[in-house]
């Protein structure tokens, strides 16, 4: 707990600063960014520990395409822009694979995850047209994983993963920036997360989790 406490200080920190020097800064060069979409959540790879199959055996958990949310400031200047960005994305948990075991069947599993990610995020701006700027960009910060799942193989006793955990996250990203208004900007991205957070299952072994997503993003880019 105190580890998590430190982390979320250390975080609210580096956002407060960020967003002091955004708003002390020229309007003109601040933004506040809204944006949702879609989600796709890649297939885990997880290492699980059962007493039935081989210990710590690698399955993968399909999970259904989930919405997602995204907010952040920014301080824009020429070609660059930098800031903070919080995502929320939530996925329900489609069907697992075991090795050599059937892939499991609606009626024996169930579940879902949701992870709060914050960034700090840089970008570059790749033309400096008025209408349309094609932009690249990526970010390092941290993800907040909640998992909830109930593994049901044939012939094997349910299998259950219950827990949350912090890890280190990376994203890159791409999109455009239309001109709508003065003030107003439509914004069209795509990114990609990276995350491998340690959660703990039923009998508290540790389940490595390779967290994986692409977020398909439309919004709103406004200066302030």
């Known amino acids: 707990m ?15 600063f960020i967003f002091f020097v955004c708003t002390t800064a020229r309007a003109d060069n601040v933004h506040l960014l809204l944006a949702g979409g879609v989600n796709f959540l890649l297939p885990h790879t997880e290492q699980l520990r059962t007493f039935i199959i081989e210990p710590f055996a690698p399955h993968s958990a399909d999970y259904f395409p989930g919405p997602l949310f995204g907010l952040g ?10 800031g903070p960005n919080y995502y929320f994305i939530y996925n329900n948990l489609d069907q697992a694979r075991g090795p050599d075991v059937a892939t499991t069947t609606s009626n024996l599993t169930k579940g879902y995850t949701y992870s709060h990610n914050l960034f700090i995020d840089g970008a570059f701006f790749i033309t400096q047209s008025h209408y349309i700027k094609p932009y690249l960009g990526a970010g390092v910060g941290f993800n907040y994983v ?3 799942q109930s593994l049901g193989f044939p012939f094997i006793s349910p299998l259950v993963i219950r827990d949350r955990a912090f890890a280190f996250a990376y994203n890159v990203f791409i999109g455009i920036s239309y001109h709508l208004t003065d003030f107003l900007n439509l914004d069209v991205k795509v990114r ?8 703990h299952d039923q009998f508290g072994d540790i389940t490595g989790l390779n967290y994986q997503n692409i977020g398909l993003f439309i919004g709103l880019d406004s200066k302030l």
């Open 2 to 16: 105190q580890s998590v406490k430190k982390m979320l200080k250390f975080i609210g920190s580096r956002v407060l």
């Open 192 to 199: 990609y997360l990276d995350s491998q957070p340690k959660i």
């Open 146 to 148: 909640y998992v909830n």
């Open 73 to 82: 400031f920014a301080y824009q200047k020429n070609h660059w822009a930098i």
